[in-house]
């Protein structure tokens, strides 16, 4: 069982950066996948980014822009958003797989409950 946590959203302006953080529990953290998606009102969920053991990966909307990282030892996964854009304004979530990660909302297996980027023009 994982339970995870989001926090470092928040409201930000065009061109600025944010540091999203998602801190898990359990003591298995380093064997899962890590993912990142996104929902703005109105619309789907969407994938952002994820990573695992061989790598990490990226819509093409934030490519070059955003960046995920973890830290096993603190058990915590991140996302860095640098110039941000008013599109990128959405509740994000954090994800973990126990398989493979995906850009699939249905591989994950645990869901934190979001927190939410605002970036205004």
């Known amino acids: 069982q994982v339970q995870l946590v989001e926090s470092g959203g928040g409201l930000v302006q065009a061109g600025g950066s944010l540091r999203l953080s998602c801190a898990a529990s359990?003591?298995?953290?380093?064997?899962?996948?890590m993912g990142w998606f996104r929902q703005a009102p109105g619309k789907e969920r969407e994938f952002v980014a994820a990573?695992?053991?061989?790598?990490?990966f990226y819509a093409d909307s934030v490519k070059g822009r955003f960046t995920i990282s973890r830290d096993n030892a603190e058990k915590t996964a991140y996302l860095q958003m640098n110039s941000l854009k008013p599109e990128d304004t959405a509740v994000y979530y954090c994800?973990?797989?126990?398989?493979?990660?995906?850009?699939?909302?249905?591989?994950?297996?645990?869901w934190g409950q979001g927190t939410q980027v605002t970036v205004s023009s």
């Open positions: 359990g003591r298995t953290f380093s064997s899962y996948g």
């Open positions: 990573i695992n053991w061989s790598g990490t």
């Open positions: 994800a973990a797989a126990g398989r493979v990660v995906s850009r699939e909302s249905a591989a994950y297996d645990y």
